[in-house]
Nanobody
Framework: VQLQASGGGLVQPGGSLRLSCVASGFNFDQYAVGWFRQAPGKEREFVAAITKRGGSTVYADSVKGRFTISKDNAKNTVYLQMNSLKPEDTAIYYC???????????????WGQGTQVTVSS
């Protein structure tokens, strides 16, 4: 079982990034997927999640209207399009797979290794 997150980097405030999370080793289309983030000295927080077929999404209030999560089961991949980035979005971003859409990280069984996003001028 593996989740590989990528796409992070350094971007200026107001810029955009697209994160990808590629899954292998399990039936990806049977799992909901969430994105979480953790900034230095802070707890891991929920960002967004999508149902197993991609028909429904949930977002944290802090990213609503700026971030978009999508799921391509044919490619075993979930994306997080991040627009209008702010310095407070700086964190390590993790993808995780679980049985249903949930903001509680304890409900997710499989986790990727994380990708660093830094928003700075």
């Amino acid at each position: 079982v593996q989740l590989q997150a990528s796409g992070g980097g350094l971007v200026q405030p107001g810029g955009s990034l697209r994160l990808s999370c590629v899954a292998s080793g399990f039936n990806f289309d049977q799992y909901a997927v969430g994105w979480f983030r953790q900034a230095p000295g802070k707890e891991r927080e929920f960002v967004a999640a999508i149902t197993k077929r991609g028909g429904s999404t949930v977002y944290a209030d802090s990213v609503k209207g700026r971030f978009t999560i999508s799921k391509d089961n044919a490619k075993n991949t979930v994306y997080l399009q991040m627009n209008s980035l702010k310095p407070e979005d700086t964190a390590i971003y993790y993808c995780a797979a679980g049985g249903w859409v949930n903001s509680d990280p304890r409900e997710y069984a499989y986790w990727g290794q994380g990708t660093q996003v830094t928003v700075s001028s």
